[in-house]
């Protein structure tokens, strides 16, 4: 799909992974829409970047838990751009949660947005998706789908549903809509690493490296273009899945 000229939608799209995808497919030629949710700065800096590449760019408020402010912001999108092309679901609550736990705020918050959340924008803007004579799905998961997380419980299980749903949209949507993944590895460290962490990380990979949130950008523009591509996960971890199986010699 040539995205030159479609409009783009980009939740969680103000910064860090979601910033880098915002830009990536402003590169390409299409009109973003960013959602955020606290991240008014961040978002309104982006959409200035993005509106220097020559397309037209827009942020959006929304707290996708919760379904209302979903609806009033899918209506806001039919009636400024009139269609949508291109969706990237790229937010989620990332925060520590063990088990067993005394409290459930963090559970609660972590599925309504990585789940819930993920639903109602997709389920809200499918319409408008559908309008299209091809449009497509992007999800972010990212490993733990995969491999379980030491004290990282909700988030997942919120990453596990997402790629279940993946598959799931891709099946509902056909032929017209294509529903697709990434799954980052270690792309962009968080600010409280250290070297220790950063090299230990690295080292879980087979390329021995930190990846970008560009890498992560291109992968997704990959699957927005790719026309014979739909109900897969492409992983941008450099290795990292697999460098358990890796053997020393």
């Given at each position: 799909m040539d995205i030159s000229g479609e409009v783009a939608l980009v939740t969680g799209g103000a910064h860090r992974v979601g910033k880098a995808i915002t830009l990536d497919l402003a590169r390409a030629g299409a009109d973003v829409v960013i959602l955020y949710n606290s991240?008014?700065?961040?978002?309104?800096?982006?959409?200035?970047?993005?509106?220097?590449?020559?397309?037209?760019?827009?942020?959006?408020?929304?707290?996708?838990?919760?379904?209302q402010a979903v609806r009033k912001m899918s209506q806001a999108v039919r009636d400024r751009f009139g269609r949508l092309s291109v969706l990237v679901n790229s937010a989620d609550w990332f925060i520590q949660h063990p088990?067993?736990?005394?409290?459930y705020e963090d559970w609660h918050r972590t599925i309504d947005v990585g789940v819930h959340g993920t639903f109602y924008v997709s389920n809200e803007l499918a319409p408008l998706l559908l309008e299209q004579p091809q449009a497509?799905?992007?999800?972010?998961?990212?490993?733990?789908?995969?491999?379980?997380?030491?004290?990282?419980?909700?988030?997942?299980?919120?990453?596990?549903?997402?790629?279940?749903?993946?598959?799931?949209?891709?099946?509902?949507?056909?032929?017209?809509?294509r529903v697709?993944?990434?799954?980052?590895?270690?792309?962009?460290?968080?600010?409280?690493?250290?070297?220790?962490?950063?090299?230990?990380?690295?080292?879980r990979t087979l390329l021995k490296r930190w990846?970008?949130?560009?890498?992560?950008?291109?992968?997704?523009?990959?699957?927005?273009?790719?026309?014979?591509?739909?109900?897969?996960?492409?992983?941008?971890?450099?290795?990292?899945?697999?460098?358990?199986?890796?053997?020393?010699?």
């Open positions: 991240s008014g700065d961040e978002a309104s800096l982006t959409a200035q970047e993005a509106q220097a590449l020559g397309v037209k760019a827009e942020t959006l408020q929304c707290d996708i838990s919760d379904l088990f067993p736990t005394e409290g497509a799905i992007v999800n972010i998961v990212d490993l733990s789908a995969w491999h379980a997380w030491p004290n990282f419980t909700a988030h997942a299980v919120a990453k596990s549903a997402l790629l279940a749903l993946t598959r799931q949209l891709a099946l509902e949507l056909a032929p017209s809509v697709n993944a990434v799954a980052p590895g270690p792309v962009l460290p968080p600010p409280h690493y250290n070297e220790q962490r950063l090299r230990l990380s690295s080292d990846g970008k949130a560009e890498d992560v950008a291109h992968a997704v523009r990959f699957l927005v273009e790719s026309n014979y591509t739909t109900g897969e996960v492409v992983r941008v971890d450099g290795g990292e899945l697999i460098a358990k199986r890796s053997i020393s010699t």
